[in-house]
């Protein structure tokens, strides 16, 4: 499949930074995209994707990551206006 890489180069990210992703299948074309403290960084936008996503972060030489995915204790910065936490499966068996 298909994979797409935002490094912190590219979003020049320090020590405390919030990054995160909205995925919107609710359009067409679908859109997966990214934020730095609260702002698109339109340059890491992938649009068209068909099939699974599985948005994740890599974090290496000694890094600490904290991660928050249904908002339950709160998102640093407010989540894009028609999005919220990740939401469990409702499949229908």
Request: hydrophobic residues 40%; negative net charge; proline residues 4%.
């Amino acid at each position: 499949g298909d994979c797409w890489v935002v490094t912190h180069e590219e979003l020049d990210a320090l020590v405390g930074d919030v990054l995160s992703c909205t995925y919107d299948q609710a359009v067409a074309p679908t859109c997966l995209k990214f934020y730095h403290n609260g702002n698109l960084v339109e340059a890491a936008t992938k649009e068209g994707i068909k099939g699974e996503v599985f948005p994740a972060i890599y974090v290496a030489g000694g890094a600490e990551l904290e991660y928050e995915f249904d908002g339950e204790r709160g998102f640093a910065y407010p989540a894009p206006m028609g999005f919220s936490g990740v939401m469990a499966d409702r499949r229908i068996m």
